[in-house]
């Protein structure tokens, strides 16, 4: 029979194994799992790693694991042991939208978030020689024609998807979604003249625009510094702003003194001002979130992208 005072001792041993566990840690290589096709989210972190490997005297590896919207790589971090060796550096979408969408079986609570490092706004633009030159023309033009322009997302469910869906239902317009694989190859299409819009991240249009891609509307809070001239959708006049969050998460359960170990690190090198011009010179902006304030806006975005598919009738 097993005693309250015999479990307390019990539990008592199990925390102090943890504590000296996370205290020699690490002793062996670490990998990171980014669920995403190489040349995108790992160039995030790619030149976090190597002082990161250094302060921890070892080896940080990169996993490219790929599928599912990034739900494959996730699902794979949620199952491993919570022992600081297997981490996860994605998007919260990963957590938030994907598990409901693709009705899996995890959700963004089965994570133990670490630090945020970049925060990804995304940018709806159109072609040169389009029929509209800025938003006001583009809604003018939507509602003159309902269903008449379309646009290319990265795929039903995904961040992009999303906004121009809520876009449309706060604008009252209507407009043809065609998903492709990425936003690259949206960006062709759009440039073809296949589609009349694309909607996708900063680092993967703004460097088309010498080629005739004219970015309309940008979806954060402000305007990014590197792009000061394209306006935010609450200065068009709709109440609209979604970003993405990309960050580091562990399994649930895994010792907070790794977490904070990792999280310091983290916030350390991405405070480098080496590292956030080169993020800017990308199109992208760093915001550093520890591990507290990154769980707290993890549960608030999972609570409205929850909203935001009943109210759109976006199911899996």
């Given at each position: 029979?097993?005693?309250?005072?015999?479990?307390?001792?019990?539990?008592?041993?199990?925390?102090?194994?943890?504590?000296?566990?996370?205290?020699?840690?690490?002793?062996?290589?670490?990998?990171?799992?980014?669920?995403?096709?190489?040349?995108?989210?790992?160039?995030?972190?790619?030149?976090?790693?190597?002082?990161?490997?250094?302060?921890?005297?070892?080896?940080?590896?990169?996993?490219?694991?790929l599928g599912g919207g990034g739900s494959l790589g996730a699902n794979r971090v949620r199952t491993a042991a919570p022992d600081g060796y297997t981490l996860l550096f994605a998007g919260t979408g990963a957590l938030t939208?994907?598990?409901?969408?693709?009705?899996?079986?995890?959700?963004?609570?089965?994570?133990?978030?670490?630090?945020?490092?970049?925060?990804?706004?995304?940018?709806?633009?159109?072609?040169?020689?389009?029929?509209?030159?800025?938003?006001?023309?583009?809604?003018?033009?939507?509602?003159?024609?309902?269903?008449?322009?379309?646009?290319?997302?990265?795929?039903?469910g995904g961040t992009p998807h999303l906004i121009m869906e809520q876009l449309s239902k706060v604008a009252g317009i209507r407009m043809l979604h065609v998903p492709y694989s990425g936003v690259a190859t949206a960006s062709v299409a759009l440039l073809a003249g296949d589609i009349d819009l694309v909607m996708g991240a900063p680092s993967f249009v703004m460097p088309l625009a010498d080629r005739g891609v004219v970015p309309l509307v940008q979806?954060?809070?402000?305007?990014?510094?590197?792009?000061?001239?394209?306006?935010?959708?609450?200065?068009?006049?709709?109440?609209?702003?979604?970003?993405?969050?990309?960050?580091?998460?562990?399994?649930?359960?895994?010792?907070?003194?790794?977490?904070?170990?990792?999280?310091?690190?983290?916030?350390?090198?991405?405070?480098?001002?080496?590292?956030?011009?080169?993020?800017?010179?990308?199109?992208?902006?760093?915001?550093?979130?520890?591990?507290?304030?990154?769980?707290?806006?993890?549960?608030?975005?999972?609570?409205?992208?929850?909203?935001?598919?009943?109210?759109?009738?976006?199911?899996?």
């Amino acid at each position: 029979m097993i005693t309250r005072r015999g479990a307390l001792a019990g539990a008592g041993m199990m925390l102090a194994t943890r504590a000296a566990r996370a205290q020699g840690y690490p002793t062996r290589a670490i990998r990171v799992i980014v669920p995403y096709a190489p040349g995108g989210a790992d160039t995030y972190i790619r030149p976090l790693l190597g002082p990161i490997s250094q302060a921890l005297g070892q080896s940080v590896i990169v996993d490219t694991v790929l599928g599912g919207g990034g739900s494959l790589g996730a699902n794979r971090v949620r199952t491993a042991a919570p022992d600081g060796y297997t981490l996860l550096f994605a998007g919260t979408g990963a957590l938030t939208a994907a598990p409901r969408l693709q009705n899996l079986g995890y959700t963004a609570a089965d994570f133990a978030p670490v630090a945020n490092l970049v925060s990804i706004p995304f940018v709806m633009a159109t072609r040169r020689g389009a029929s509209f030159t800025d938003f006001a023309g583009f809604l003018a033009a939507a509602r003159a024609r309902p269903e008449g322009l379309s646009y290319g997302s990265t795929g039903v469910g995904g961040t992009p998807h999303l906004i121009m869906e809520q876009l449309s239902k706060v604008a009252g317009i209507r407009m043809l979604h065609v998903p492709y694989s990425g936003v690259a190859t949206a960006s062709v299409a759009l440039l073809a003249g296949d589609i009349d819009l694309v909607m996708g991240a900063p680092s993967f249009v703004m460097p088309l625009a010498d080629r005739g891609v004219v970015p309309l509307v940008q979806t954060g809070a402000r305007r990014m510094s590197v792009i000061p001239d394209v306006p935010t959708f609450r200065e068009a006049g709709l109440d609209l702003e979604m970003v993405t969050r990309f960050g580091f998460f562990a399994p649930k359960g895994t010792d907070a003194a790794i977490l904070d170990r990792w999280g310091s690190l983290v916030m350390e090198g991405g405070a480098e001002p080496g590292y956030v011009q080169s993020m800017q010179r990308n199109f992208n902006e760093v915001e550093l979130l520890d591990r507290h304030r990154f769980a707290a806006f993890l549960a608030e975005e999972d609570a409205a992208t929850d909203r935001l598919l009943r109210e759109l009738n976006i199911r899996g």
